[in-house]
């Protein structure tokens, strides 16, 4: 259920190394978290160009329940979006790790990303 190629932050963000653009890493959330949420009916995203700093909010997402905050797993800019999700945000529950994914940053620090939670950490954090 928690691809173990991924990387994870507690705020249930995964992150896959690599993005489709060079440099780059694709941001999404786990399965847990879409779970809890329920169904997403609107996604706010960052701008292309946007600076984003790890732990600070840089999207939301709402759902028949709630809205939450996404949040950057690490320093970087938003170097591409997901755009599919305007017009069909049900894509990040129904497929949270391929076709729901966020958007794609670059990294400030290149190895900022190798000191994210593994998925057996991830899922000890979230009881599983």
Not at 29 to 35: L, R, V
Not at 55 to 69: I, N, P
Not at 83 to 92: A, F, G, I
Not at 116 to 125: G, H, I, M, R, S
């Amino acid at each position: 259920m928690y691809p173990v190629d991924l990387k994870y932050t507690p705020e249930h963000e995964w992150v896959r190394t690599p993005g489709d653009t060079e440099g780059s890493v694709r941001v999404g959330i786990t399965h847990y978290a879409q779970d809890q949420l329920g169904d997403i009916v609107y996604v706010s995203l960052p701008a292309v160009g946007d600076a984003v700093t790890a732990g600070s909010a840089c999207g939301e997402l709402e759902s028949t329940k709630s809205v939450s905050d996404v949040y950057a797993p690490v320093d970087g800019e938003v170097v591409a979006v997901n755009e599919s999700l305007d017009t069909t945000p049900e894509l990040v529950n129904s497929d949270p790790y391929g076709g729901g994914w966020l958007y794609e940053l670059t990294p400030t620090d290149s190895g900022a990303v190798d000191g994210l939670l593994d998925a057996a950490a991830y899922q000890e954090t979230i009881g599983e």
